[in-house]
């Protein structure tokens, strides 16, 4: 696969993107030289562009097509809905029987004791809601004053003013004075990266413990929440070490906050159970979803609230929030029709006991490879760090841009993995069969080697 240009509608449609468009996360200028690669169609884990190129879909899109491309039942599910209604808003005492049905589907699968739904168009809405929702509840308490929320450095909660400012990302606060008063942020459990010489365990409840240390210096009257998605995703999968969770529960049981988790990239699935928090027995107050709730097919978030949230909340008279797509029908009718593909073809059991585990085990093969310092990887997420020295984990310099030189050559060879720095991520579709996983693996191997080969002296 080359990056020649043959097809003449490429060019056109290139060129309407210099033109016209404004790509999310991009440099335009340098998007602009090379010119986006246009992504035409898919069927199953793979996805063709507009030079007939087939590419292996390591990403699931944006962390999103959990059942896989090409579902007729959700095309089916969708085509229905616009027929029979379209759209209807869920205001003014309104409603309409997929927000419902998709509402009690997914207290249905989530964890006891979280039975209600707010239904919004993003992730990144999802967390505004959850920012509005946790602070009017402290006001419903009496405690007005509990209005700060305790994020991570690093974490990744979207790209609305909210979203971005729970974010941790440095180069998103750069950018419009962020974060906005009233978050706060501690440390993360990134032991490859950060974790210096102390071990996994040890790093692990010295990153816990800064949450207490935060509570502490911010004061527990004026602590509203923390939030934390399970495994970090965009941050680079970062699999906290086993000591992390446990000491974090500890801390949040002695103090009186709520604690959200981001389950965005988690939910529905990824690790093999419903929701991250299952999988590491964690017991949020409120949970943010999206992507995996529909497949990415139509867009949908929400938050799902415990039913002691819930109670202070239904006893505070309005809550002045909403939009105008809050349980789109068509994106409800599409949701309520992945989940129950989820359920009657057992996808979460195939992957908690076949191909998770088969997607682990082959990908930990690529930890002898020379450029890899690290292989680690949860149900169907997984991270490959590179660095140049596996022992110390010495990274290369930032500015060889070694990452993304591996993600070129993955681009190159029909296989899309995202490159956060020097770490390469994959969250394959989860109906990613034992076969397209060697292709996954094979194909990884050989672009660490061509890599390997214009870096490692
Ligand atoms: N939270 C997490 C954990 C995410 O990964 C993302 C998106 N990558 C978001 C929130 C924001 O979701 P959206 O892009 O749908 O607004």
Not at 37 to 45: E, F, P, Q, S, W
Request: proline share 5%.
């Amino acid at each position: 696969m080359t990056n020649a240009v043959t097809n003449p509608k490429t060019r056109e449609w290139q060129a309407m993107s210099r033109e016209h468009h404004l790509a999310p996360f991009s440099d335009y200028q340098q998007l602009h030289e090379k010119g986006p690669r246009i992504i035409t169609k898919a069927d199953g884990v793979y996805l063709w562009d507009s030079e007939g190129h087939k590419i292996l879909d390591g990403m699931a899109g944006l962390w999103c097509v959990a059942v896989g491309y090409g579902g007729e039942e959700l095309v089916e599910a969708a085509a229905a809905q616009m027929r029979e209604l379209p759209f209807y808003n869920t205001f003014f005492q309104t409603a309409h029987p997929p927000a419902l049905e998709l509402a009690k589907a997914i207290a249905d699968v989530a964890p006891q004791g979280m039975n209600h739904v707010f239904f919004t168009g993003s992730g990144s809405e999802g967390n505004d809601t959850m920012l509005r929702m946790v602070r009017h509840y402290w006001a419903c308490k009496g405690q007005p004053n509990k209005k700060v929320i305790i994020s991570r450095h690093n974490g990744y909660h979207g790209s609305t003013v909210a979203g971005a400012s729970l974010g941790g990302m440095k180069y998103m606060h750069e950018q419009g004075d962020l974060p906005i008063p009233g978050i706060v942020h501690i440390p993360q459990p990134y032991w490859f990266g950060e974790g210096g010489d102390m071990s996994p365990e040890e790093f692990g409840v010295w990153a816990a413990d800064q949450l207490e240390k935060k509570i502490l210096e911010v004061g527990e009257d004026n602590v509203a929440a923390f939030i934390a998605e399970p495994i970090q995703g965009a941050g680079g999968v970062i699999i906290p070490p086993e000591t992390y969770w446990p000491r974090i529960r500890e801390i949040l049981a002695k103090y009186d906050i709520l604690f959200v988790a981001d389950e965005v990239i988690c939910g529905f699935g990824r690790t093999g159970e419903w929701f991250g928090s299952d999988f590491y027995g964690n017991k949020p107050d409120l949970m943010t979803i999206a992507k995996g709730l529909t497949s990415g097919y139509v867009p949908m978030g929400g938050l799902i609230v415990s039913d002691k949230v819930f109670q202070v909340i239904n006893a505070g008279g309005d809550f002045n929030h909403g939009f105008t797509y809050s349980g789109h029908p068509v994106a409800a009718a599409v949701g309520l029709a992945n989940l129950r593909i989820l359920k009657e073809e057992k996808i979460l059991e195939k992957v908690r006991e076949e191909t998770a585990p088969y997607l682990q085990k082959r990908l930990r093969e690529l930890a002898d490879h020379p450029l890899v310092g690290e292989v680690r990887g949860v149900g169907m997420l997984g991270a490959i760090e590179l660095a140049k020295n596996k022992q110390t984990r010495e990274r290369f310099p930032s500015e060889m841009g070694v990452g993304m030189i591996c993600r070129g050559h993955c681009f190159e060879n029909g296989l899309i993995m995202r490159a956060v720095g020097d770490t390469m991520i994959i969250a394959p579709p989860l109906v990613i069969s034992k076969d397209e996983i060697d292709e996954l693996v094979e194909k990884a191997r050989k672009c660490l080697d061509l890599t390997a080969r214009g870096v490692l002296v």
